[in-house]
């Protein structure tokens, strides 16, 4: 009888040549794809979130010649005030001078805790929870209701949304031209960054004095599951991308704690939501996905993040928030309610930090950029120079 395995060993190295060649494939898509994109790095000026027109960025900073960008911040809530209708005047606020001066321009939607009450009215499911808020320090709590992810009707909403505010830029030509960066939210909790509450305790904790809520056990209650929250992902980043198929797209992460420590029915493991959803980011939209990180300080860089950018994710960052938006970065503390207001030195440490780790584009704060323009001017024809 002829002997089977040279057969099976050719079939084996066909197949694995097979696969070499689809992953080439992919990587050469991967680069045209970044070849397409219109140039996305820089320094980018975030905005507060722009609940109101008060909140815009003061016109200065817009004369800051170390600023390539603007990070605009929009809350759902406030552009999308009743079913059908939506108010654009704190996006066109800002439109008309990055339209006027030519700055790249970056999008997000905090979605989460400012998803419309409508929505609630019109049969989305959301849970209540209380959180500590900046950690649960300074006795202070923040209670909101948060939709679930993978409810259908959330999903739906969250992709018209997108969808109305690709429309609305679009009937800006120049605002769509200068367009790089949209952000893929919608699994939120206050900020835009990924992340859904995840304290675990039996019963109530306290912390700063305030009562948290047992995160693990109301998100049981609701039907959490780890896929279900990576289906829901995909499903509205998809139709992010729709609607915006020539940007690039970004998420923000937390080093920690950003998903409950709840299994897979029948499975005894726990899943790393943030590494599947990074994963199949990478998968989806090869060449043009980022992770970016918001705690960037001078010796501080999420190891997540590095790790994504060495598997082909665009890597982005932003500068801590431990002063508030009102007075920037902060420099030198031992915990965060101890942090100091930069000097340019020590500003500076923080933006060759990042570069360092391969960010693509750093998100400064007003303050800063106002303050530290000629760091800003100084090391901006690096970023994105140095491979992680």
């Not at 209650?221 to 929250?229: E, F, L, Q, T």
């Not at 007003?366 to 001017?377: M, T, W």
């Amino acid at each position: 009888m002829r002997d089977p395995r040279p057969t099976v060993k050719l079939a084996l190295l066909r197949l694995a040549g097979i696969a070499a060649g689809l992953a080439m494939i992919v990587a050469a898509d991967a680069r045209s794809t970044v070849a397409r994109l219109a140039d996305f790095s820089g320094i980018y000026v975030a905005t507060q979130p722009l609940h109101n027109v008060q909140r815009n960025l003061r016109d200065e900073v817009y004369q800051v010649d170390g600023v390539d960008g603007i990070y605009v911040r929009l809350v759902w809530r406030t552009i999308a005030p009743a079913p059908g209708r939506f108010d654009w005047s704190t996006l066109d606020r800002e439109l008309d001078r990055v339209e006027r001066t030519g700055k790249k321009l970056s999008i997000g939607v905090r979605a989460g805790a400012w998803t419309p009450g409508w929505l609630y009215e019109q049969g989305v499911r959301g849970s209540r929870f209380v959180v500590g808020a900046h950690g649960g320090g300074l006795g202070r709590c923040d209670e909101h209701t948060l939709p679930w992810p993978w409810d259908d009707r959330y999903q739906q909403a969250y992709i018209d949304m997108m969808r109305a505010l690709a429309a609305h830029l679009k009937a800006r030509p120049r605002s769509y031209e200068l367009l790089r960066i949209v952000k893929i939210t919608g699994i939120n909790q206050r900020s835009e960054e990924m992340r859904m509450p995840a304290n675990a305790v039996a019963g109530i904790k306290r912390a700063g004095g305030c009562a948290i809520s047992d995160a693990v056990s109301e998100w049981r209650a609701a039907g959490y599951r780890p896929s279900k929250v990576v289906d829901a992902w995909r499903r509205m980043a998809e139709g992010v991308a729709a609607s915006f198929p020539d940007k690039l797209l970004a998420i923000e992460v937390l080093d920690r704690n950003d998903f409950p420590a709840i299994a897979e029915p029948g499975r005894g493991e726990l899943i790393d939501v943030k590494a599947q959803i990074v994963a199949l980011g990478l998968g989806l939209f090869p060449g043009r996905f980022a992770v970016q990180w918001d705690g960037l300080s001078a010796v501080r860089a999420a190891d997540s993040v590095i790790a994504s950018g060495r598997r082909g994710a665009i890597v982005g960052w932003q500068t801590n928030l431990f002063r508030g938006p009102e007075g920037g970065a902060g420099c030198e503390a031992r915990t965060v309610y101890e942090a100091q207001p930069c000097t340019a030195s020590s500003f500076r440490a923080i933006l060759e930090n990042g570069i360092a780790h391969g960010g693509r584009y750093i998100e400064v704060w007003a303050p800063d950029a106002l303050r530290f323009g000629d760091v800003l001017k100084d090391v901006r024809p690096r970023i994105g120079a140095r491979a992680p």
